[in-house]
């Protein structure tokens, strides 16, 4: 069975620290992926990333980065100079194929508040 | 193009009673997954249909059902509603491959 396990359930900042958001992942499966999504206050998911399992390559887009890590299951991510904008939830996902990734598994999820 | 849209955005049942929520994908995007969100349970995948065809399932009693129509769109019910139905109910469209795009969730609740 697939894991997700999102330890931190709630992260404060102030307005440009830097925080790393963390995601451990548990599945049998030799290909899968992983996404991460943020819930804002509305509601509604926004895609934020997706990595495949044989892609360990680390990504950075503007003030966000990805950290994957297959020897210790973990794809963590990092918001650098964080903003008030970026306060939300943020959800880590899995999925044990492409086909399948209408069927993701998602962690509990990390509240991260960023105050000004 | 036009993002996820569910309808209707709120609703309010009472124990018992049966609800239709509605769905219209992304154009173009023939998977329609949907999600329940719950404080206690966190996200929880329901169903995914494809091509009209449930894709795969989740686990979830009998009680909740879906289905895909040949536009795409899709609806899901849950009858002999509960308390423990209320909920966020996320719907997300995509390609046959690739990241999931989200709606912005139908909040039921059940009194």
């Known amino acids: 069975a697939q894991k997700v396990t999102q330890a931190q359930t709630e992260i404060s900042v102030v307005e440009k620290e830097d925080v790393t958001l963390d995601c451990v992942y548990e599945t049998r499966d030799t290909t899968y992926y992983l996404f991460w999504y943020k819930q804002p206050p509305s509601g509604e998911l926004v895609f934020l990333i997706r990595r495949n399992s044989f892609d360990e390559q680390n990504e950075i887009s503007g003030r966000y980065s990805w950290n994957f890590q297959k020897s210790t299951s973990s794809f963590n991510f990092t918001i650098t100079a964080s903003q008030v904008v970026d306060s939300a939830v943020y959800f880590c996902?899995?999925?044990?194929?492409?086909?399948?990734?209408?069927?993701?598994?998602f962690g509990d999820g990390t509240t991260l508040t960023v105050k000004p | 193009k036009a993002g996820v849209t569910q309808t209707p955005r709120y609703l309010i049942k009472t124990r018992g009673q049966q609800v239709t929520l509605s769905c219209s994908p992304i154009?173009?995007?023939?998977?329609v997954s949907w999600y329940q969100q719950t404080p206690g349970q966190g996200l929880q995948f329901l169903f995914e249909?494809?091509?009209?065809?449930?894709?795969n399932k989740g686990n979830f009693p009998g009680r909740f059902s879906g289905r895909q129509f040949s536009n795409s769109r899709s609806e899901m019910n849950v009858s002999t509603l509960e308390l423990g139905d209320s909920a966020l109910y996320l719907c997300?469209?995509?390609?046959?491959?690739?990241?999931?795009?989200f709606g912005p969730g139908t909040r039921l609740t059940v009194l």
């Open positions: 154009s173009g995007h023939r998977s």
């Open positions: 996902a899995l999925s044990e194929s492409d086909t399948n990734a209408g069927k993701s598994t």
């Open positions: 249909y494809f091509s009209e065809t449930q894709r």
């Open positions: 997300a469209s995509r390609p046959n491959y690739n990241e999931q795009f």
